[in-house]
Every structure is written in structure tokens, then in C-alpha cells.
């Protein structure tokens, strides 16, 4: 599932070759998206405007139009934006071609229909925004306010992170990479984690989703850039998916634990309560070694 580094990706493949761009019309598939606005919609606020920008706020794609409507995209769990020159590649399960200027399409695929393509007017509420919270990337998430929010909480962490409303575009993938990387348990309960704690936490989840970045995202199953290339981070992933694995950094057997539904990889040794500082009673001192020398 696209996560904020994928969808960051396909912001920056689309935007210099959409700027400035005007849609020229719209066509739909037989099948609809989860979230799609009504064709009659798309054919009032798109065709002849031009995109003057690209933004992303967690996993949303917002294309601002000349005029001052929104068109905005979610990829849910299999969708893929991509722009082809010339007339539309016949894709399987392509559910809208976005014409525009210049010969270009951009086409919406997404197997499983859990995607989203709203245009929004002038002046309209982005409603699925207000949920949205904080960007992790920017300095308006800090170390102080994540634990002012977890105060008194019994939460486990993993939860808190992907919780969209505290931090928004965190999923399953990069939750699990960051909490191995702060050395955190993810059952933890959110209300016992110290400033020290947090001020990791958020330096990691930031290393982590820069590079996960400047590496093009992760593909494990489906993710494909705006250009159909896959992505690299996949090959960088220290946990997820590799239970049953040796740690990359102790040895121990990589586990995997359902937590609401979904599943959480860690490394029993390396993410022990208190492990950051180095625990009595450890059969040796592997877990303890500064885990910036972790070996890929
Ligand atoms: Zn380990």
C-alpha cells in the first residue's frame, strides 16, 4: 500500500511535467473507485483549466487547478498514477483517463478499488483532509508534542504511529522499519516511552522516510512510480516481511505479530524494553552495539 514515500515520489515524477498542463477531458471505466466523483463533475472543472501545482498532504495527492478547484487522489492499497505520451496503453483495470494538452494521459489503475479521484469546486471544503494530521517531514511534528500526545496512554506504539490523525502517511511498512530502527517494542504502551524515546523515534522516522524517498519508494507488491519503474527501499527494509530471518543486526529470528489486524515485524532482541540503553542479563552484548552500524 502507497505509503507517504511512494506517494511523495509520484508528486515529484508528476509535477514537472504537469505544471502548467491543461486537462483537456476525462473518460471512465465500467468500474468505479471507492471515493470517485460523478463524471458530470469532472466534465465541469477540468477540461481547459490548467494545473498550476502539485501537493501532497499524507497519503493525498492534490493537483490545484487554475480557477481554484482540487482534484484529488488517493492511491489506496493497489493504485497507480501513471502519465503516458501518446494515446492510452489498453491496461487492465485502469478506471480513469485523464486527458490533457500536448497528447498526454494520466491514467488511475488500481486492482482493488479502494482508490480515490475527487474533484473538488472553488472555495469547497477538502473534507477528507480534516483528518489529516501533522506531516512527519515538517518541524511542526516534534519529539515533545508526540509524547504530550501519548501521555497516560496505554495505546501500543505501533498503533499510535500509524494513527493518521497524530502523524499522517506512517503505514504498515515504514512503522514496523522505524520502530526497529528507535529500538522500540511495538506493543509498547505509548504513555511509557521517555523524551529520549520520542526525540529517536522522530529522528528515525524522518532518516527513514527521506531515504525511502530518494530511493523511489518501496514495491512490494504493486507500487509503481508515475514513470511505471518500481521502487528500491524494498531492498533496504530491515524487518518487514522477513520474519523467520536472522536480524541484519543480532542474529535473533525476525518475528511477526498481528496487531489490529495487521502485521507488525521485530526483532525480539533488538526492540526489548529498554534495549536502547543496553540491558543486564543479555547472553552477550549484540543487541547493545549502536545500531548505526547495522549491516545490509
Ligand atoms: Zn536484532
Same mark, same amino acid.
Given at each position: 500500500?502507497?505509503?507517504? $514515500? ?9 509535477? $514537472? ?9 476525462? !473518460? ?9 466523483? $460523478? +463524471?458530470?463533475?469532472?466534465? %465541469? ?10 501537493? #501532497? ?5 492534490? @493537483? ?17 498514477? @501513471? ?18 494538452? *500536448?497528447? @498526454?494521459? /494520466? ?15 472553488? *472555495?469547497?471544503?477538502?473534507? $477528507?483532509?480534516?483528518?489529516?494530521? #501533522? ?9 515533545? %508534542? ?10 501500543? @506504539?505501533?498503533?499510535? /504511529? ?48 527521506? +531515504?525511502?524517498?530518494? %530511493? ?11 514513470? *511505471? %519503474? ?31 489486524? #495487521? ?10 524494553? *529498554? ?10 552484548? !549484540? ?10
Amino acid at each position: 500500500m502507497p505509503e507517504l $514515500p511512494e506517494v511523495e515520489v509520484i508528486r515529484r515524477g508528476l509535477a $514537472p511535467r504537469l505544471r502548467g498542463r491543461r486537462f483537456n477531458g476525462v !473518460a471512465e471505466g465500467p468500474h468505479r473507485l471507492r471515493r470517485q466523483s $460523478p +463524471a458530470p463533475d469532472f466534465s %465541469r472543472w477540468l477540461p481547459g483549466r490548467r494545473v498550476l501545482d502539485l501537493r #501532497r498532504r499524507g497519503k493525498y495527492l492534490l @493537483l490545484d487547478l487554475e480557477g481554484g478547484a482540487t482534484l484529488l487522489f488517493h492511491l489506496g492499497m493497489t493504485g497507480r498514477l @501513471l502519465l503516458t505520451p501518446g494515446p492510452p496503453p489498453p491496461l487492465p483495470h485502469v478506471h480513469l483517463t485523464f486527458r490533457l494538452e *500536448g497528447g @498526454l494521459a /494520466l491514467l488511475f489503475q488500481d486492482v482493488r478499488r479502494f482508490g480515490q479521484a475527487l474533484i473538488f469546486p472553488p *472555495g469547497m471544503d477538502l473534507t $477528507p483532509l480534516e483528518q489529516v494530521g #501533522r506531516e512527519p517531514l515538517s518541524p511542526q511534528v516534534t519529539a515533545r %508534542r508526540l509524547a504530550k500526545m501519548a501521555r497516560g496512554r496505554f495505546r501500543p @506504539l505501533k498503533n499510535f /504511529l500509524l494513527d493518521g490523525r497524530i502523524m499522517a502517511g506512517i503505514g504498515n511498512i515504514y512503522a514496523s522499519e522505524i520502530m526497529f530502527a528507535a529500538r522500540l517494542h511495538p506493543a509498547a504502551p505509548v504513555g511509557s516511552l521517555s523524551p529520549a524515546d520520542w526525540r529517536r523515534l522522530l529522528r528515525h522516522t524522518r532518516r527513514i522516510l527521506r +531515504a525511502a524517498i530518494a %530511493r523511489g519508494g518501496t514495491t512490494i507488491n504493486d507500487y509503481l512510480d508515475s514513470h *511505471g %519503474r518500481t521502487g528500491l527501499f524494498q531492498l533496504d527494509l530491515l524487518v518487514y516481511g522477513r520474519h523467520g530471518e536472522a536480524c541484519r543486526k543480532c542474529g535473533a529470528a525476525i518475528e511477526r505479530l498481528n496487531q489490529g489486524g #495487521r502485521s507488525t515485524f521485530f526483532c525480539p532482541c533488538c526492540q526489548t524494553p *529498554g534495549a536502547e540503553q543496553g540491558r543486564e542479563g543479555r547472553p552477550d552484548g !549484540a543487541c547493545d552495539a549502536p545500531f548505526d552500524n547495522v549491516s545490509k
